[in-house]
């Protein structure tokens, strides 16, 4: 691959050597670019279905399908605080995708049950432990592929559940983080170092990026 | 096909930059010392009437100059909080009901905070104009990332002697994230 005769970034008098390492760091950041695109093409399209999302109205409570009920034996021993009690569900239950419950997520319902809320990306497994009845309630609120989506363009590895699904994931989002900042940047040096004359690239970037100061400096 | 890729790239620029960077702070906190800072005042309150969180929200609006959603309200007999929010400054207001006073404790973000409640933001359905328009930047950048994904995929194309490690590494992120998105749905 190389520039064309109308593309070249040349000045007339520079030394042909500089120009030479101009146009070799050109390539260099070209192909950079563009392997960085396609190496994360499928974490951009997930961003920017999550973007649409988030922009669209939710959807109302009541649209929402109804919680899959089930009921699983599990006897409690009653010997144990509720963090071990949360530890010992969570062994006894594996809920897919879901990482064990810290002390602060614990709850307790109005007669006084532990009320374990495991979120996954696929939505919520809420476990209520019926200690008096020796049996786990299981309700099961299964998000949309959409919204599944959505969490998962915000999982990365700090945040990312033990899961090995769930962690090879968060790599692949760590991985396009740095790939839309190094695309960012050199998309515009790759605009600057070509075709910076561009009337329609002047447009847009001064556009986008007065629009985004304005708005930062009102929403300050 | 350049032309596309060209405009859409360099007018969200500075948005995908923010996200990059905001994503970044929120994976690894610790990179980014926090910058916020928190301030308390007394603003005057002349109410003639029995106050409401509402109408005491405007009159701050108006009076004191506080912009932002109102949000977090909690009211007794004794008492109003409430929080007015944009994303560089959060003021939570309480008025003691009968006081010609109201604390303001102000939290201004710096500009990793600032970045960071951006990239939450997203709606049309804000009380607030701006948060609207921003909103409405989200929907677009959202779009503009198709846009650049389709015409990059394409420009790439052209490109004869890159086919077979475009292919490759396209390729692998096809195969890579659609597999594990199919196996943590089935989960």
Redesign the interface.
């Known amino acids: 691959m190389s520039l064309g005769k109308h593309e070249l970034p040349l000045n007339p008098w520079a030394d042909r050597r500089i120009c030479d390492r101009v146009v070799a760091v050109y390539e260099l950041v070209k192909k950079i670019h563009m392997y960085t695109g396609l190496l994360t093409f499928s974490a951009l399209i997930v961003f920017g279905i999550a973007g649409v999302q988030a922009t669209l109205p939710a959807p109302s409570r009541r649209d929402r399908p109804e919680a899959k009920i089930e009921h699983v034996d599990f006897e409690a021993p009653g010997n144990l605080a509720d963090k071990q009690l949360a530890d010992r569900v969570y062994e006894t239950l594996k809920p897919p995708l879901a990482r064990p419950l810290e002390t602060w997520a614990l709850r307790h319902d109005g007669q006084g049950n532990l009320v374990l809320p495991f979120h996954t990306v696929n939505g919520l497994r809420k476990v209520t432990v019926l200690e008096k009845e020796n049996r786990l309630l299981v309700a099961t609120e299964r998000l949309s592929l959409v919204q599944t989506l959505n969490h998962l363009h915000a999982t990365v590895p700090r945040w990312a559940a033990p899961d090995l699904r769930i962690r090879l994931w968060a790599y692949y989002m760590e991985m396009a983080i740095w790939a839309l900042i190094g695309m960012s940047l050199s998309g515009v040096y790759l605009w600057l170092a070509v075709r910076p004359g561009s009337r329609w690239g002047q447009v847009c970037f001064g556009a986008g990026s007065a629009a985004f100061l304005v708005l930062y400096w009102l929403a300050r | 096909m350049r032309?596309t890729h060209?405009?859409f790239?360099?007018?969200?620029?500075?948005?995908?930059?923010?996200?990059?960077?905001s994503?970044?702070q929120?994976?690894?906190?610790g990179w980014f010392p926090k910058t916020e800072t928190v301030t308390e005042t007394s603003v005057t309150i002349d109410m003639e009437e029995a106050p409401t969180p509402r109408s005491l929200a405007r009159q701050l609006r108006q009076d004191h100059g506080l912009r932002g959603n109102l949000q977090r309200i909690r009211q007794n007999r004794k008492r109003i909080a409430l929080r007015i929010v944009?994303?560089?400054?959060l003021h939570d207001v309480t008025y003691r009901i009968g006081s010609d006073h109201a604390s303001v404790r102000t939290n201004?973000g710096g500009f990793i905070e600032?970045i960071n409640r951006?990239h939450h933001l997203?709606?049309?359905?804000h009380e607030y104009e701006?948060?609207n328009?921003?909103?409405?930047?989200?929907?677009f950048?959202?779009?503009a990332?198709?846009g650049?994904?389709a015409t990059?995929?394409y420009?790439?194309f052209k490109?004869y002697?890159?086919r077979v490690?475009?292919l490759v590494?396209?390729g692998?992120?096809?195969a890579?994230?659609?597999t594990?998105?199919v196996?943590?749905?089935v989960?």
């Open positions: 032309n060209l405009a790239g360099l007018s969200c620029w500075l948005f995908l930059l923010m996200y990059g960077v994503s970044l929120m994976s690894h906190g944009r994303p560089g400054t201004r600032m951006i997203a709606g049309l359905g701006l948060l328009v921003w909103g409405f930047f989200v929907g950048v959202s779009v990332l198709f650049l994904g990059g995929v420009l790439w490109h002697n890159e490690i475009g590494l396209l692998f992120s096809l890579y994230g659609l594990l998105i196996l943590v749905r989960a």
